[in-house]
C-alpha cells in the first residue's frame, strides 16, 4: 500500500518553547500564537470565508519526539492525566507516541493578516510547541462537532488551577523584563494561566524542588506549595 505523503502548509509561532509546560489539552490556556504560512499556501485566497467562523481545527506533527525508535509500534502509553503509572491501549490517548505522529487541536479564530511578504493566522488556545508542523486547518463546525453528552473516560474534567504567586525577587525581575521590553504584561497573564494548570508531571509530587520552563522567551523557575504555584525566578533565557 502506497504511503500517504502530507505537506507541510505552515509552522506554528508560540511562546511554549519546550513541551514541559504546555497544557495537556487545547483550550485551557487562552495563549494568543499564530501559523505562519510557507509557499504556495500563503495566500490570502485561501482563507476567503474564514471569518465567519469562530473555531477551527488544526492538523499537526509531532515533530519533537527525539527517544522514539523509528517504525516500531507502541501498543500501550501512559497517559500523564492517570499519574504516568496505568497502561492503557494507544488509541485511547492522545498521545504523541503513536504509528501516525499527528496531533488535532481545536483553537480559536482572532484573524489572518498579511504581514510583509508573509500570511499570518493568528489563534488562541493554541496547545502547540514553537516550530510545530501544521499539516491542515479546517473549519470547527458547532452542530456536528460539539456533543452533548458525550463520554471522556479519565479526561471527563478539566483538571484544577492553583493560585500562582510571585516571591518578591521574581516580581522584581518581572517587572524589569518588561521594562526591557522582553516581556509584556500580557505574557505575564498567559505564563500565569500555565503555571496554574501545574506543569508538573501527574507522578511528581515534590514540594522542596524547584522546577524550570521556557515560555515566551524567559527561563522560570518555580515550586509548588500545595494549591500553590510559587515563582522564584524569571530571566532572560
Not at 65 to 90: A, D, H, T, W
Amino acid at each position: 500500500m502506497t504511503e500517504l505523503k502530507m505537506p507541510i502548509i505552515g509552522y506554528m509561532k508560540s511562546p511554549y518553547r519546550e513541551k514541559f509546560g504546555i497544557p495537556r489539552q487545547p483550550n485551557l490556556v487562552q495563549v494568543e500564537s499564530y501559523i505562519e504560512m510557507i509557499a504556495p499556501y500563503n495566500d490570502l485566497l485561501a482563507f476567503e470565508g474564514i471569518d465567519d467562523f469562530s473555531h477551527l481545527w488544526l492538523i499537526w506533527q509531532f515533530h519533537d519526539n527525539k527517544n522514539v525508535e523509528s517504525n516500531k509500534f507502541r501498543p500501550q502509553v501512559r497517559p500523564p492525566r492517570l499519574g504516568g503509572n496505568k497502561k492503557i491501549g494507544v488509541f485511547a490517548t492522545r498521545s504523541m507516541y503513536r504509528p501516525s505522529p499527528m496531533g488535532l487541536s481545536v483553537v480559536q479564530f482572532k484573524e489572518v493578516k498579511k504581514v510583509g511578504k508573509a500570511v499570518h493566522l493568528y489563534v488562541t488556545g493554541s496547545d502547540l510547541l514553537d516550530g510545530t508542523p501544521i499539516l491542515d486547518i479546517k473549519p470547527y463546525i458547532q452542530y456536528s462537532d460539539a456533543i452533548v453528552g458525550a463520554n471522556s473516560s479519565y479526561a471527563q474534567q478539566e483538571p484544577v488551577r492553583k493560585t500562582v504567586i510571585w516571591s518578591e525577587q521574581a516580581e522584581q525581575q518581572k517587572q524589569q523584563l518588561i521594562k526591557l521590553g522582553s516581556f509584556t504584561p500580557k505574557l505575564v497573564g498567559e505564563l500565569e494561566q500555565v503555571l496554574a494548570l501545574d506543569p508538573r508531571p501527574a507522578y511528581q509530587h515534590d514540594d522542596e524542588r524547584i522546577y524550570g520552563m521556557l515560555f515566551g522567551g524567559c527561563n522560570v523557575r518555580f515550586c509548588v506549595e500545595t494549591n500553590k504555584i510559587v515563582v522564584h525566578e524569571i530571566l532572560n533565557s
